[in-house]
């Protein structure tokens, strides 16, 4: 007999009971269905169908339409559902499972800087050179993406190994115990120079180059723009000295050469394309946690057919409404709702919290979380992109894309930068070509070329990676992983943190946190007792007590005749008595007194968000158990220097309410906000930024990525799953919240670090320029030659690098 609501099978014995209509009986597998069948049989009975595209339950009386396909007429619960079917009637009678599209060129893709910059397949962005990234996520692999980073790592290795003998080759003079004198002659070094440095800014560097073009035809200068002007104008210079020599001045030459300036394009090629190959990496790795969301949830699920017999299909072929049948510890295929059965279902991966959720009839379920040891049929209610693990999977992939990268600061001040260069570089060369000594063009060449190499952009592109690279290393040492460069700008400006409780600050499993006796009971024998019944649970709360006793290091008993009861707790025969151990109730229904002293207690440490349990030996109380998530011994130390810092700290947790504010009370937390789901969360985090606030959040399960990404910084316990660690910025190796306050110090002291380094690097320009444009000539008869240029550009990389390193010193 099937149940003529949800169409499971059952029988006239059924928990649900019976009903009567038109001289029919009726059996129902729970009381909700018969109670929605007695409200109107009719919705049920006669004539009933379902609707094909989404699995509703629909009558003659009861439709929103019909579409009559190959002779047969299906109704349709509303007019989306029948246009869907109308379309494509074989899509939905007889489904087949969604492959990839092996072609990605499908793809939208857009840049994080530029959002209204869109187009189809993977790019560059026309206005500021940057990756594009995909719009939508997915669960293939990108074969372009890795294609690319291939790329650049091949170009990498190349140009250093080219590199490193161009620099030989120029510097051989200044390394002790290294000539070249007496083999080469300086002629015939500048063709090696130029036969090696070729291939690293022509062949590795081209994408400079395309970039730095492109920023010029869009009239959107950035740093592809100085880097194609300064390697371009020292390869230039270069070859022109080889190939021309004659055309320079005497007065330029170095013991009868013109000096040559190939190893400053190809030291500035070969940095950035290392800078470009790791922030591809980055990339990929930022990638790879929403993939390993989308891995998370189940490939199939076991469907139960109109006959009651199980199919396995890809959970892409699952339609609303279908009835699935789940099994102890598999994955829950979608979101839905429990039909028949029980079990506890492990939801951690989702919400953070420990103590699987214990889910009966009517129940909802969430895709991807753990069944535990029971059974239970299940009605999906969202498939695809309608499912919580779909939504979470969008939300992190925009908030992602919405964070600016550092280069922005970089690209506003190129803005201005380049086009004054080039104009001074111009005018320069124009004023000689027409009023300068003979030969005048030379000197008008010269000129123009001291003032683009001096612009050249080398210590400027030192001055973000410098510090970045050794405050990265820095924090690595007191265990802060840095994922990016944004996220030490970010930190530097964070005026609140949000939070998670479970993991975060606290040690995000359950445990004994209190044992109390009456007098009379033998220390220990509540503890060993009570473990020993537990032992046979699957509770967690079992489990924590159980794990108590074992780290005491006590022998537990064996035992007979457990037993359980559901919603009050466990009983057992151990060493000739029943010990019970469960709910209050449980114990005083079998003749159990309570004193007073021991209610009181009780009330109090559940006042705390403890959860208490009780144990008693046939009519005597053994005592209390109380057991709780414990508070990091760090948290309490951690929030007090952040306030000292002068941020407010925030907790957000899907924990109930009382648990919240007991332990925001204890550590002194400004602001609470107790049972968010992973919207709610993201919803704080973008109410905070939208008044002006700079936001950190801090957690370690599922639920916080996507908040973990819309935060202007993230941060992840180390102790978290794979995909918070993936999604934030800062990760706290040893999951100590104390971290976050080092990490934000060295966020101040980075980004301190690297104005100072920009400065350095524009300084030299700045004093530069005009003396290589000649300013000073009329008045002292001085021209700055390339050469003076050259060591002014690398003296300022040089003050970039040694400050940077300063950095090594500072304490956190």
């Not at 029919?24 to 069948?37: M, P, V």
């Not at 009678?93 to 869109?118: F, G, N, W």
């Not at 943190?497 to 009379?520: F, N, Y």
Request: net charge negative; proline share 5%; hydrophobic share 45%.
């Amino acid at each position: 007999m099937r149940d003529p609501v949800c169409g499971m099978e059952t029988t006239l014995e059924a928990k649900g009971g019976t009903a009567q209509w038109q001289g029919g009986t009726f059996a129902f597998c729970s009381e909700k269905c018969r109670e929605k069948f007695t409200a109107d049989p009719e919705a049920y009975v006669k004539n009933p169908a379902k609707d094909p595209v989404c699995g509703m339950t629909v009558s003659a009386e009861k439709n929103a339409g019909s579409h009559t396909h190959e002779g047969t007429e299906y109704l349709f619960c509303s007019s989306k559902c029948r246009e869907k079917f109308a379309a494509d009637p074989e899509a939905y009678l007889h489904p087949q499972p969604k492959t990839a599209d092996p072609a990605d060129a499908s793809r939208e893709y857009t840049c994080p800087m530029h959002p209204e910059i869109v187009q189809q397949g993977p790019g560059s962005c026309p206005k500021c050179g940057m990756d594009l990234e995909p719009m939508a996520a997915s669960a293939e692999d990108d074969e372009e993406e890795e294609a690319a980073i291939r790329s650049l790592k091949r170009k990498t290795l190349v140009a250093g190994v080219l590199t490193l003998p161009v620099l030989l080759l120029a510097f051989d003079s200044m390394i002790p115990g290294l000539s070249f004198e007496g083999y080469l002659s300086a002629r015939l070094q500048g063709w090696l120079e130029l036969v090696l440095a070729t291939p690293v800014i022509l062949w590795a560097g081209s994408l400079f180059f395309t970039r730095g073009w492109q920023s010029i035809v869009n009239r959107s200068l950035n740093m592809f723009t100085l880097i194609m002007l300064g390697v371009g104008a020292a390869y230039a210079y270069s070859v022109m000295a080889v190939l021309f020599p004659d055309l320079f001045p005497e007065s330029f030459r170095r013991q009868g050469e013109v000096a040559l300036y190939f190893e400053a394009g190809a030291v500035i090629t070969t940095l950035i394309l290392l800078g470009q190959w790791l922030e591809a990496r980055a990339r990929r790795q930022t990638g790879q946690a929403i993939q390993s969301l989308l891995n998370l949830a189940a490939k199939t699920a076991h469907r139960l057919k109109d006959d009651g017999e199980e199919e396995e299909v890809e959970i892409d072929v699952i339609q609303k409404g279908d009835r699935l049948r789940v099994r102890p510890g598999e994955k829950i295929p979608l979101d839905g709702v429990i039909l028949d059965g029980k079990s506890t279902i492990d939801e951690s991966m989702l919400t953070g919290e420990p103590i699987p959720v214990e889910k009966g009839e009517d129940d909802k379920v969430i895709g991807a979380t753990v069944n535990q040891t029971g059974s239970f049929i299940m009605r999906a209610e969202a498939v695809g992109e309608e499912t919580m693990l779909s939504q979470i999977v969008k939300m992190v992939a925009e908030a992602q894309r919405s964070r600016a990268p550092i280069q922005k600061l970089a690209d506003q001040v190129a803005g201005y930068f380049v086009p004054a260069v080039v104009l001074t570089a111009l005018i320069a060369f124009g004023v000689w070509a027409a009023f300068g000594p003979a030969p005048a063009m030379s000197y008008a060449i010269v000129v123009a070329v001291s003032v683009l190499i001096i612009a050249c952009p080398c210590a400027l592109g030192l001055a973000t990676p410098m510090s970045i690279m050794v405050g990265v290393g820095k924090g690595a040492q007191s265990g802060i992983l840095i994922k990016n460069a944004e996220a030490i700008e970010r930190a530097e400006k964070v005026t609140h943190l949000i939070t998670d409780k479970t993991g975060t600050l606290t040690e995000g499993k359950p445990s004994v946190v209190d044992a109390q006796s009456p007098d009379g009971v033998e220390p220990g024998d509540l503890l060993r007792l009570a473990a020993a019944v537990e032992a046979q649970s699957e509770h967690p709360l079992a489990r924590a007590v159980v794990d108590k006793a074992k780290e005491e290091g006590l022998e537990l008993p064996d035992i007979t005749d457990f037993e359980s009861t559901t919603g009050g707790g466990v009983q057992a025969r151990v060493e000739g008595k029943m010990i019970r151990i469960g709910k209050r109730g449980f114990l005083e229904a079998k003749n159990i007194t309570i004193p007073d002293a021991l209610s009181q207690e009780a009330e109090r440490l559940q006042g705390e968000a403890k959860t208490v349990i009780w144990a008693g030996r046939d009519d005597q109380l053994l005592g209390l158990i109380a057991i709780a998530d414990p508070i990091k011994k760090t948290s309490k130390e951690a929030i007090e220097s952040l306030h000292a810092m002068g941020i407010t700290v925030v907790m957000c947790t899907g924990d109930n309410p009382r648990t919240a504010k007991a332990v925001a009370k204890e550590l002194g937390i400004d602001e609470v906000h107790a049972e968010v789901s992973p919207e709610d969360k993201q919803r704080i985090v973008n109410e905070l930024k939208d008044k002006g606030y700079r936001v950190a959040m801090a957690g370690d399960g599922i639920n916080d990525a996507p908040a973990l990404a819309a935060a202007d910084v993230g941060v992840a316990m180390g102790t978290g799953t794979d995909v918070a660690i993936e999604s934030a910025g800062l990760t706290l190796v040893k999951g100590d919240l104390r971290g976050i306050v080092s990490g934000l110090r060295l966020s101040r002291a980075v980004m301190r670090n690297i104005r100072q380094n920009l400065f350095f690097a524009f300084i030299y320009n700045a004093a530069g320029v005009p003396i290589a444009a000649g300013i000073l000539y009329p008045f002292f008869g001085i021209l700055l030659s390339p050469m003076i240029a050259g060591a002014a550009m690398a003296f300022s990389s040089l003050s970039v690098v040694s400050n940077a390193l300063r950095l090594r010193k500072f304490s956190l």
